[in-house]
């Protein structure tokens, strides 16, 4: 029987309880994507753009169940690499599977300093890109290594403030139909010549990025009270409240703009709202959308931080990657490590491309997780966890299968070199342990 303790000692400080966990997965899902997401959905299922949101609601559950299970089970930091290494036993999976989740992290957090110092950061002020971008990186990594309970207080600010914006966009448009306006018969619509089957599930696909977010809160477990009890209530909540702001806004913004309105928008929820003929300023709502990409980038790099110390507890990484500040008890190198990796990947430039890649080492990081539930069944702990339905993580295995499927062929290109570039990190690392650890029987 393993003697996996919830209440293990920890060199991190247990500083969030159920409501500051509920507003990180909540932030860190209804991030920066759902501002530009309608546009480049409704190119899909035209007006239908609420069926393809629910479909990945349940699509991303189906995981998010597993994960409940794993992180109460096995609530240490690492994450994904730590019920990979549980269940597969062998080093170089565990580190792969822990290497995707960083490499997703820090990939993610690039593509939305980029967004952060683009169109919208425009509208205030003219700015070239690729210098604010490091900047405001650099920014996130003070915040980051002040303390947990600094940032993730920030965090619950700025979830207010983005779910205000979204909220915005439901109200508005009640508005114009209460009004009279609108066009409430295409929310069943899909573009001509496409079967309804196909263009929710090519929707789903891109709607899934939507939901992705919720995994980093597995990086944060040796941080949360009671992880037994206010994980998974915390995990389907967010994940809840989540799917039902986005279904709300999916309707509203087809209701409000036509398809074509809508793809042709850079910013198609503030084209939304400015159809709507409601008095609110274009600068507010840009404002919001600021706030709602700044808080994504800040979760992100708080969980890439969080598995990087983790993995380096775990020997994947570098010790040196586990030390912490005495006083913040923050892990300030492995900080300071992902926050130059970020930086580095904001000079691709290509937003799409590395959001892309972000959904592609998400979905093995996934898989490894729902097949590391059924695996570690055999496995028996001391402590009360939660536990799923055993056809849960089955489904979920499916799901990750289905959308790897529909990966574009860059993409796949892009994250095979990701990958490669990981598994040298291993060999080399596992080069310079064995080194060390020669020098040290011979000085004997």
Same mark, same amino acid.
Request: charged residues 15%; glycine residues 10%.
């Given at each position: 029987?393993?003697?996996?303790?919830?209440? +293990?000692?920890?060199?991190?400080?247990?500083?969030?309880?159920?409501?500051?966990?509920?507003?990180?997965?909540?932030?860190?899902? !209804?991030?920066?994507?759902?501002?530009?997401?309608?546009?480049?959905?409704?190119?899909?299922?035209?007006?239908?753009?609420?069926?393809?949101? =629910?479909?990945? !609601?349940?699509?991303?559950?189906?995981?998010?169940?597993?994960?409940?299970?794993?992180?109460?089970?096995?609530?240490?930091?690492?994450?994904?690499?730590?019920?990979?290494?549980?269940?597969?036993?062998?080093?170089?999976?565990?580190?792969?599977?822990?290497?995707?989740?960083?490499?997703?992290?820090?990939?993610?957090?690039?593509?939305?300093?980029?967004?952060?110092?683009?169109?919208?950061?425009?509208?205030?002020?003219?700015?070239?890109?690729?210098?604010? +971008?490091?900047?405001?990186?650099? &920014?996130?990594?003070?915040?980051?290594?002040?303390?947990?309970?600094?940032?993730?207080?920030?965090?619950?600010?700025?979830?207010?403030?983005?779910? @205000?914006?979204?909220?915005?966009?439901?109200?508005? *448009?009640?508005?114009?139909?209460?009004?009279?306006?609108?066009?409430?018969?295409?929310?069943?619509?899909?573009?001509?010549?496409?079967?309804?089957?196909?263009?929710? =599930?090519?929707?789903?696909?891109?709607?899934?990025?939507?939901?992705?977010?919720?995994?980093?809160?597995?990086?944060?477990?040796?941080?949360?009270?009671?992880? @037994?009890?206010?994980?998974?209530?915390?995990?389907? +909540?967010?994940?809840?409240?989540?799917?039902? *702001?986005?279904?709300?806004?999916?309707?509203?913004?087809?209701?409000?703009?036509?398809?074509?309105?809508?793809?042709?928008?850079?910013?198609?929820? /503030?084209?939304?709202?400015?159809?709507?003929?409601?008095?609110?300023?274009?600068?507010?709502?840009? %404002?919001?959308?600021?706030?709602?990409?700044?808080?994504?980038?800040? !979760?992100?790099?708080?969980?890439?931080?969080? =598995?990087?110390?983790?993995?380096?507890?775990?020997?994947?990484?570098?010790?040196? /990657?586990?030390?912490?500040?005495?006083?913040?008890?923050?892990?300030?190198?492995?900080?300071?490590?992902?926050?130059?990796?970020?930086?580095?990947?904001? =000079?691709?430039?290509? %937003?799409?491309?590395? +959001?892309?890649?972000? *959904?592609?080492?998400?979905?093995?990081?996934?898989?490894?997780?729902?097949?590391?539930?059924?695996?570690?069944?055999?496995?028996? &702990?001391? #402590?009360? #966890?939660?536990?799923?339905?055993?056809?849960?993580?089955?489904?979920?295995?499916? @799901?990750?299968?289905?959308? /790897?499927?529909?990966?574009?062929?860059?993409?796949?290109?892009?994250?095979? *070199?990701?990958?490669?570039?990981?598994?040298?990190?291993?060999?080399?690392?596992?080069?310079?342990?064995?080194?060390?650890?020669?020098?040290?029987?011979?000085?004997?």
């Amino acid at each position: 029987m393993s003697s996996t303790d919830t209440d +293990a000692p920890s060199r991190l400080r247990r500083g969030i309880g159920g409501p500051l966990l509920f507003a990180f997965i909540l932030g860190d899902v !209804l991030g920066a994507g759902v501002y530009a997401l309608m546009g480049v959905l409704s190119e899909r299922v035209g007006g239908m753009l609420w069926a393809p949101l =629910l479909a990945a !609601l349940v699509l991303a559950l189906l995981t998010a169940g597993s994960y409940a299970e794993l992180v109460t089970k096995y609530p240490r930091a690492g994450g994904a690499a730590v019920f990979a290494e549980r269940a597969f036993k062998n080093k170089l999976v565990s580190f792969l599977v822990g290497f995707c989740m960083l490499a997703a992290g820090v990939t993610s957090a690039a593509g939305l300093s980029i967004a952060f110092a683009g169109d919208y950061l425009q509208t205030f002020v003219d700015v070239p890109v690729v210098p604010v +971008a490091i900047l405001f990186l650099a &920014v996130l990594a003070a915040l980051n290594a002040r303390g947990i309970r600094e940032s993730m207080g920030a965090n619950f600010v700025m979830t207010a403030i983005e779910v @205000s914006g979204l909220v915005i966009v439901v109200v508005v *448009v009640g508005v114009l139909l209460a009004g009279g306006g609108g066009d409430v018969s295409r929310v069943t619509q899909v573009p001509e010549g496409t079967g309804v089957a196909t263009a929710i =599930l090519a929707g789903a696909i891109i709607a899934y990025y939507s939901f992705v977010g919720f995994e980093t809160s597995a990086n944060m477990i040796e941080e949360v009270k009671e992880p @037994s009890k206010m994980y998974p209530r915390a995990l389907f +909540a967010a994940l809840g409240a989540a799917g039902l *702001v986005y279904v709300l806004v999916g309707l509203a913004s087809s209701i409000a703009l036509a398809p074509e309105e809508l793809a042709d928008s850079s910013g198609p929820l /503030l084209a939304v709202v400015e159809a709507s003929g409601v008095a609110i300023p274009s600068w507010l709502f840009s %404002l919001i959308a600021l706030i709602a990409v700044a808080n994504g980038a800040l !979760l992100t790099m708080i969980m890439a931080s969080r =598995l990087t110390y983790g993995m380096a507890e775990q020997g994947l990484l570098p010790r040196a /990657l586990s030390r912490v500040l005495p006083g913040r008890q923050t892990p300030w190198v492995a900080i300071l490590a992902t926050t130059l990796v970020a930086m580095l990947l904001t =000079l691709v430039g290509d %937003l799409a491309l590395l +959001a892309e890649t972000v *959904v592609l080492l998400l979905l093995f990081v996934f898989l490894s997780a729902n097949i590391s539930v059924l695996v570690l069944r055999r496995d028996r &702990v001391e #402590h009360d #966890h939660f536990r799923v339905r055993t056809f849960v993580p089955v489904l979920g295995i499916a @799901s990750c299968l289905l959308l /790897l499927s529909q990966q574009s062929a860059r993409v796949w290109v892009f994250g095979a *070199v990701l990958l490669v570039v990981g598994v040298g990190l291993y060999f080399l690392a596992r080069w310079a342990r064995r080194r060390g650890e020669r020098a040290q029987t011979a000085s004997r």
